[in-house]
């Protein structure tokens, strides 16, 4: 099977990891990187042994793929160039800015006949797949996404950069429907929201409590979920969990069993990329489609409109 040419769009703080992973997959040929900024591009093409580019189309032709790490806001028109062009696409999460925007670009995946998928890297963390494997019917989720402030990310809400991570992962357990959504978020060291809370309810009976902040002290991301005979919490950074279960036919006094589990140390992006390559080969479906990653972008809009329609009034508007 032959070699599948690709580029990546966007070398910053996640394309540089895009680059070094297609550079060094067995079924990959990096042939080139694309960014806006001369150092940066230089920096990691060097690094990669591939040559350099301001424009990102000038890597039309030359690739069978592309991995698009650019700034939210510009995802739109650079997906849609790519996709015209007869480019695979993966593209780092949030699919879009807005669900229209999101729309817009599998429409066109579908009428080129070409993968589209979106970069929610957790899905491929193996914490995640001990989480599915010991999941049945949960009754309660509660996760929590900290990190200390950094200017990158915070042309978005808070919403569409952390919290989305945790809501990929909660509509991939198949919760169900969503029934109920309420939520709250304030700007703290940004003019976006820097910190939120939302309550999420599902049909099947699971309510999901998701915290986020970009104004912590420390990064944490741990998930919390209780159902019927089993308590299960996990740390997505140290890859470690508890969990605690009923024994049955045991003594009262001793009816609960602790265990720690480990999962596996492959690197959550490499599975990732390996997930896009492989769909593109094969022509079906693996990794997060772009309509996956649209059910995601909608479910956090309906919490950045949630959080808007709480939102504390200004001081000027308390003034008589």
Do not use: W
Not at 159 to 186: Q, R, T
Not at 217 to 225: A, I, P, V
Not at 226 to 247: K, M, P, T
Not at 259 to 270: C, N, R, S, V
């Amino acid at each position: 099977m032959k070699l599948i040419n690709v580029g990546v769009i966007g070398v910053g703080h996640l394309g540089q990891h895009h680059a070094r992973i297609y550079s060094e997959l067995p079924k990959t040929r990096l042939v080139g990187v694309a960014d806006l900024d001369r150092s940066r591009r230089a920096e990691i093409g060097n690094r990669c042994g591939v040559p350099q580019f301001e424009d990102y189309r000038s890597l039309f032709g030359q690739v069978d793929a592309v991995s698009v790490a650019v700034p939210t806001l510009q995802h739109r028109e650079v997906v849609l160039d790519c996709l015209d062009a007869g480019v695979h696409v993966l593209v780092e999460k949030p699919l879009a800015v807005t669900p229209d925007e999101g729309r817009q670009m599998i429409d066109r995946s579908r009428q080129k006949g070409l993968v589209l998928h979106v970069g929610h890297v957790e899905r491929f963390n193996p914490v995640r797949d001990l989480v599915r494997d010991l999941l049945s019917y949960p009754r309660f989720i509660e996760c929590h996404r900290l990190a200390p402030f950094q200017p990158r990310g915070t042309d978005v809400d808070v919403v569409l950069d952390l919290m989305i991570h945790d809501v990929d992962l909660m509509l991939s357990f198949g919760l169900g429907l969503v029934n109920n959504v309420e939520a709250v978020g304030i700007e703290v060291l940004s003019s976006h929201v820097d910190f939120a809370h939302a309550r999420v309810e599902f049909d099947k009976g699971c309510v999901v409590n998701l915290t986020a902040s970009r104004v912590s002290t420390g990064r944490l991301r741990k998930m919390r979920l209780f159902q019927e005979d089993l308590y299960l919490s996990v740390d997505f950074l140290s890859r470690q969990g508890i969990v605690y279960r009923r024994a049955k036919g045991t003594a009262a006094e001793s009816f609960v069993q602790e265990e720690t589990i480990q999962a596996g140390d492959e690197e959550p992006l490499k599975r990732e990329l390996q997930a896009f390559v492989q769909a593109i080969q094969s022509g079906k479906p693996g990794g997060v489609s772009g309509e996956e990653g649209l059910a995601a972008l909608e479910l956090v809009h309906t919490i950045i409109q949630s959080i808007r329609g709480s939102a504390y009034p200004q001081p000027e508007a308390l003034v008589p």
